[in-house]
């Protein structure tokens, strides 16, 4: 029988991490996963746990984790901080997440010479861009602390690959929604926070007038887009991932069904999010496959797991982006 090859997929444990390596399985890979379990869920593996390894770690401080990039044929980088206001008010943590661990990781991948290395990278680089569909060599304007460390990874990336010769991609992912979409706590992307409030049967607070579109991308085909970067040969290249479409968040509840209360506007929010997908279309030859349609349908039926994700009303979010308001705005 021929040998599994060995794959590294840091949170694993996460949203877009445990869908990966549901599909790496499927595609008989041997795959290790690093997490912290600091926002992944070991509810997210718990169907698959006898097939994988599982190591508990923080990538931000060097130990002995390093040794199982030993052999290891590909790394998917997705372990980092997401969210916003936290970024905001504790950008120290951020910075180790998702500009430390990146360069730890990528040094572990340099030492021990992986053959592939994919690093999930955000549109929120482009801040408020000038031109819709945005391409990838957009202005770089990044808007708070989340956005400018995912940026900096990239950076390490990109010169760690030019430098060290480690074969990278990295790939900027548009607003990924899909099953186990759930934030732990924080008030964050915007599927966790009315999908919640669906359950709970609350209005859906909605910014702004609901008239602003985002490019929303079901994370299967996020996870399409990341297998087919291993299996690329190409290196040194940015792409973005998105659905192809903007929808607005009005529609967006015209599909969930429901009621909306609206809350103000916030600072440093671009109206619209829309990836220019020509590129990854032509080099990687990958495309999207899950309209909004269907993918809020795949949701629905799943909405139990968000049975216990706090219920956000307008004077908790009101609150809860204060920081928000005040430093960006
Ligand atoms: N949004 C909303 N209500 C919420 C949270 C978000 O209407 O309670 C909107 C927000 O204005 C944006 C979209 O949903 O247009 C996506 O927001 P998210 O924070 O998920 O992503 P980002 O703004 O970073 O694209």
């Known amino acids: 029988m021929k040998k599994k090859l060995k794959v590294i997929v840091t949170g694993g444990a996460g949203f877009i991490g445990s869908h990966l390596v549901d ?3 499927e595609n ?9 379990f600091s926002t992944g869920r070991k509810e997210n593996l718990k169907h698959i746990k006898n097939k994988i390894t599982i190591i508990e770690c923080d990538l931000s401080k060097t130990n002995n984790w390093s040794k199982y990039f030993n ?19 504790d950008p120290e943590n951020y910075f ?3 500009v430390t661990g990146t360069y730890n990781v990528l040094e572990a991948s340099h030492k021990y010479k992986i053959k592939r290395f994919i690093y999930s990278a955000s549109s929120s680089c482009y801040g408020i861009p000038d031109d819709y569909p945005t391409k990838e060599n957009a202005e770089i304007k990044p808007e708070y602390p989340y956005a400018l460390t995912k940026k900096m990874g990239e950076d390490l990336v990109m010169h760690w690959e030019k430098v060290y010769k480690i074969p990278s991609i990295s790939l900027r992912f548009f607003n990924v929604y899909g099953t186990r979409s759930r934030t732990s706590g924080t008030y964050g992307a915007v599927f966790g926070v009315f999908l919640a409030q669906k359950i709970a049967q609350k209005p859906f607070t909605v910014v702004g007038n609901g008239s602003q579109t985002r490019d929303f991308t079901y994370v299967t085909d996020i ?6 970067s291993m299996s690329s040969n190409i290196s040194g290249e940015i792409f973005n991932v998105g659905s192809g479409k903007t929808i607005s968040i009005n529609y967006l509840v015209e599909l969930l069904k429901g009621e909306k209360v609206f809350i103000p506007k916030r600072p440093g ?5 829309f990836a220019d997908i020509d590129k990854i279309k032509n080099k990687l030859n990958w495309s999207p496959n899950i309209s909004i349609e269907d993918g ?12 216990d994700a706090p219920v956000w009303t307008p004077e908790k ?13």
Do not use: C, Q, R
């Not at 008989?28 to 912290?36: A, F, G, P, Q, S």
């Not at 809020?296 to 049975?307: C, E, F, G, Q």
């Open 71 to 89: 052999g290891t044929y590909a790394v998917f980088h997705l372990a980092a901080l997401a969210d916003i206001v936290p970024s905001i008010t």
């Open 296 to 307: 809020v349908k795949k949701i629905i039926t799943n909405i139990d797991y968000w049975k």
């Open 269 to 273: 929010e671009p109206e619209t999010t």
């Open 317 to 329: 979010i009101d609150k809860a982006t204060k920081v928000w308001f005040e430093k960006l705005g």
């Open 28 to 36: 008989n890979y041997d795959v290790i996963v690093l997490d912290n």
């Open 23 to 25: 599909k790496l399985l």
């Open 223 to 228: 996870v399409d887009a990341l297998m087919s």
């Open 96 to 98: 180790k997440s998702n």
